[in-house]
């Protein structure tokens, strides 16, 4: 990656915690796996240590839907 691009990501991440990233990383592996429940777990950690974070949002407000258990029919992805 250049290092302008690599300066421009590290500005917009500005302000976010360090350890938001590798909880959220976590939560999203198992969100991918179809592990909902501990999905929930991580990403309610990760939304305490970065509230503002949309994309934490829309993960739980599509398990949340779902009452946190993945559909059968679970791929690893959701149409939005």
């Known amino acids: 990656m250049p290092q302008q691009s690599l300066f421009r990501l590290s500005a917009l991440q500005c302000g976010i915690p360090r350890a938001f990233f ?4 976590c939560g999203l592996d198992l969100y991918l796996e ?3 429940a501990e999905a929930r777990a991580a990403l309610l950690h990760a939304q305490k240590l970065y509230p503002e974070d949309g994309a934490t ?3 739980l407000d599509v398990m949340k839907q ?3 258990v993945a559909p059968p029919e679970w791929a690893g992805w959701h149409e939005v």
């Open 22 to 25: 590798d909880v959220y990383a």
């Open 34 to 36: 179809g592990s909902w």
């Open 57 to 59: 949002k829309v993960l």
């Open 66 to 68: 779902h009452h946190y």
